[in-house]
């Protein structure tokens, strides 16, 4: 059995998950007397937000990624150990492990205190074979899948003689009209009316066409109508067709259908899709659930107290977008699904935890809501930011300085401003690579 770190002297902490709560916990216990233990089954922190622009090549892996051993190199009261959880012991107060890298196959780490911050993943809403057709954006691989599906798909429609076919492959529909759906919408559309005009022979990029496919009446849900109103005319002065009021209701090797709120369907020839709508909670949460006997919600959520505590355990903290907070008088605490409220959650149950190694009872979490911000393409954006709001150039800086400003790690955001500046100035884009079997993203889709 190991130990969760160091010598067992201090009390032991154990982290699961390397995302923006786990991480922003162990930062902020550095001088806490505690062992900290870091369980991740990626040996890196991805920037989320920033995945899209894997996606369309205009960043690389590399500079939106950490890795979480470097991360705590000099916080010398922390251990990093690459492996998956496979379930919860609370009685015992065991972390079972699996899938070591030496090969081990089950590992149990004792904790005292424990931090459960899985995070969430994309809900194709009781349809998974869509998934195959749909990549996600929750993950880097699911951004490199996106990346060589889009570029493949040019490449395909410079090959094709018929007129429909090539018209399909030039057909670009994501799912989702939330910031991460928008924000890959207008990156698409300029991939193909800026980036890519010119460098092909037989094909005009600018013929392509980019659906954005949105549930609800508007764009950008969560944003104050005016600002979803400049987003949509953003988009479409980008090439973007925004689809309002649409719900996907299937997909195709080679088709998405889609449905109006009176009953009309309509079937769109796209040979590439993305999905970013609707997420579900960690399994993680369910196995936290099962351990000690609460229920989730549909979306895969446990419930957990105001100090982020799971019920009857209070030993057991849980974050981010696999809980929904229960306030005192029983009612549900309605918080976005952002990496906002992940970081505070991570700061809080630091601060938590410190405060009662002193002796010292916390007050319950509260979530500064300091807005939300969206980019739609070069020099446009929009910006909630309570009293305030802005739309264009302003908003589109003002994202810019935020999303520097929370990249983890110095070379990082010197490397991500370097590569925003040379394409903002050569309209460019150097990640523009299709990795692993060039003819696998238009084989798996042939009928």
């Given at each position: 059995m190991a130990q969760a770190a160091g010598d067992g002297d201090r009390p032991r902490v154990v982290v699961v998950g390397g995302g923006f709560a786990g991480v922003q916990a162990v930062r902020k216990l550095r001088r806490a007397p505690v062992e900290i233990t870091l369980v991740d089954r990626r040996n890196f922190h991805l920037?989320?937000?920033?995945a899209y622009q894997v996606a369309t090549g205009a960043l690389s892996p590399a500079e939106i990624c950490s890795p979480l051993r470097s991360i705590f190199r000099t916080q010398e009261n922390v251990r990093v150990l690459l492996a998956e959880v496979a379930e919860f012991d609370l009685e015992r107060r065991e972390v079972i492990l699996e899938r070591l890298p030496n090969g081990d196959q089950q590992e149990a780490i004792p904790y005292d205190t424990l931090v459960v911050a899985g995070g969430s993943r994309y809900s194709y809403f009781g349809h998974d074979d869509w998934q195959q057709f749909a990549p996600e954006l929750k993950s880097l691989e699911g951004a490199l899948d996106i990346r060589r599906r889009i570029l493949s798909a040019f490449e395909a429609a410079e090959v094709e003689q018929d007129d429909g076919l090539r018209q399909a492959w030039l057909t670009f529909v994501v799912v989702g009209g939330g910031p991460t759906g928008v924000e890959m919408a207008g990156q698409i559309a300029e991939l193909a009316q800026d980036t890519l005009q010119g460098d092909f022979r037989s094909i005009d990029t600018r013929a392509s066409r980019v659906l954005l496919v949105e549930s609800t009446d508007h764009m950008l849900p969560a944003f104050p109508a005016s600002l979803s109103r400049k987003a949509g005319q953003a988009l479409e002065r980008l090439g973007v067709t925004p689809l309002p009021g649409h719900t996907v209701v299937d997909i195709g090797p080679q088709t998405v259908?889609?449905?109006?709120?009176?009953g009309q369907r309509s079937d769109v020839a796209a040979r590439t899709v993305i999905w970013a709508a609707g997420v579900s909670a960690s399994p993680l949460a369910s196995a936290l659930a099962r351990a000690s006997g609460a229920e989730v919600d549909r979306a895969g959520?446990?419930?957990?107290?105001?100090?982020?505590?799971?019920?009857?355990?209070?030993?057991?903290?849980?974050?981010?977008?696999m809980v929904r907070v229960q306030a005192a008088d029983g009612s549900f605490v309605p918080l976005p699904g952002v990496a906002p409220v992940a970081m505070q959650q991570g700061r809080y149950v630091a601060s938590v935890i410190r405060d009662r190694l002193d002796g010292k009872t916390a007050s319950a979490f509260h979530y500064r809501d300091k807005g939300n911000l969206a980019t739609?393409?070069?020099?446009?954006?929009?910006?909630?930011?309570?009293?305030?709001?802005l739309a264009g150039f302003m908003a589109w800086v003002v994202w810019l300085v935020v999303h520097l400003f929370y990249l983890i790690g110095f070379q990082n955001r010197l490397l991500v401003m370097l590569r925003w500046t040379i394409s903002f100035i050569t309209h460019g884009r150097g990640a523009r690579l299709i990795t692993g079997d060039p003819g696998e993203a238009t084989r798996q889709d042939a009928p």
């Amino acid at each position: 059995m190991a130990q969760a770190a160091g010598d067992g002297d201090r009390p032991r902490v154990v982290v699961v998950g390397g995302g923006f709560a786990g991480v922003q916990a162990v930062r902020k216990l550095r001088r806490a007397p505690v062992e900290i233990t870091l369980v991740d089954r990626r040996n890196f922190h991805l920037f989320q937000p920033l995945a899209y622009q894997v996606a369309t090549g205009a960043l690389s892996p590399a500079e939106i990624c950490s890795p979480l051993r470097s991360i705590f190199r000099t916080q010398e009261n922390v251990r990093v150990l690459l492996a998956e959880v496979a379930e919860f012991d609370l009685e015992r107060r065991e972390v079972i492990l699996e899938r070591l890298p030496n090969g081990d196959q089950q590992e149990a780490i004792p904790y005292d205190t424990l931090v459960v911050a899985g995070g969430s993943r994309y809900s194709y809403f009781g349809h998974d074979d869509w998934q195959q057709f749909a990549p996600e954006l929750k993950s880097l691989e699911g951004a490199l899948d996106i990346r060589r599906r889009i570029l493949s798909a040019f490449e395909a429609a410079e090959v094709e003689q018929d007129d429909g076919l090539r018209q399909a492959w030039l057909t670009f529909v994501v799912v989702g009209g939330g910031p991460t759906g928008v924000e890959m919408a207008g990156q698409i559309a300029e991939l193909a009316q800026d980036t890519l005009q010119g460098d092909f022979r037989s094909i005009d990029t600018r013929a392509s066409r980019v659906l954005l496919v949105e549930s609800t009446d508007h764009m950008l849900p969560a944003f104050p109508a005016s600002l979803s109103r400049k987003a949509g005319q953003a988009l479409e002065r980008l090439g973007v067709t925004p689809l309002p009021g649409h719900t996907v209701v299937d997909i195709g090797p080679q088709t998405v259908a889609m449905a109006t709120p009176d009953g009309q369907r309509s079937d769109v020839a796209a040979r590439t899709v993305i999905w970013a709508a609707g997420v579900s909670a960690s399994p993680l949460a369910s196995a936290l659930a099962r351990a000690s006997g609460a229920e989730v919600d549909r979306a895969g959520r446990v419930a957990v107290d105001g100090q982020l505590a799971l019920p009857g355990h209070p030993e057991v903290f849980a974050l981010g977008d696999m809980v929904r907070v229960q306030a005192a008088d029983g009612s549900f605490v309605p918080l976005p699904g952002v990496a906002p409220v992940a970081m505070q959650q991570g700061r809080y149950v630091a601060s938590v935890i410190r405060d009662r190694l002193d002796g010292k009872t916390a007050s319950a979490f509260h979530y500064r809501d300091k807005g939300n911000l969206a980019t739609i393409g070069r020099s446009k954006a929009v910006a909630d930011l309570g009293r305030v709001r802005l739309a264009g150039f302003m908003a589109w800086v003002v994202w810019l300085v935020v999303h520097l400003f929370y990249l983890i790690g110095f070379q990082n955001r010197l490397l991500v401003m370097l590569r925003w500046t040379i394409s903002f100035i050569t309209h460019g884009r150097g990640a523009r690579l299709i990795t692993g079997d060039p003819g696998e993203a238009t084989r798996q889709d042939a009928p």
